[in-house]
């Protein structure tokens, strides 16, 4: 195999793989936009886990409030009842 053989090989190889890199990035919902930044297409599943995540971190603001609040034993038992009911 002569060195022009040698160069041709090797950009078929590097294209090939380039194509099988974009395919398996589109399959999974990766793109890229002009500036080579990668974005992730909307997916349901992720979408729910953010919104779930808000909300508990709602929550472990609402327990460090708790946690560090100088109230009485009683009125935080009834805020813990109330966590509890939602």
Excluded: W, Y
């Excluded at 022009?4 to 395919?23: D, L, S």
């Excluded at 349901?44 to 603001?61: F, G, N, Q, W």
Aim: without cysteine; aromatic residues 2%.
């Amino acid at each position: 195999m002569g060195p022009f053989e040698m160069v041709v090989a090797i950009i078929a190889v590097v294209t090939i793989g380039k194509i099988v890199n974009t395919r398996m990035k589109a399959k999974h919902g990766v793109f890229e936009d002009e500036k080579g930044n990668q974005i992730v297409a909307h997916d349901p599943d992720s979408e729910r886990m953010r919104d779930e995540i808000k909300v508990l971190k709602k929550r472990i603001a609402v327990l460090e409030r708790i946690a560090t609040d100088e109230r009485g034993s009683r009125a935080l038992e009834q805020e813990i009842e109330s966590l509890r009911d939602r």
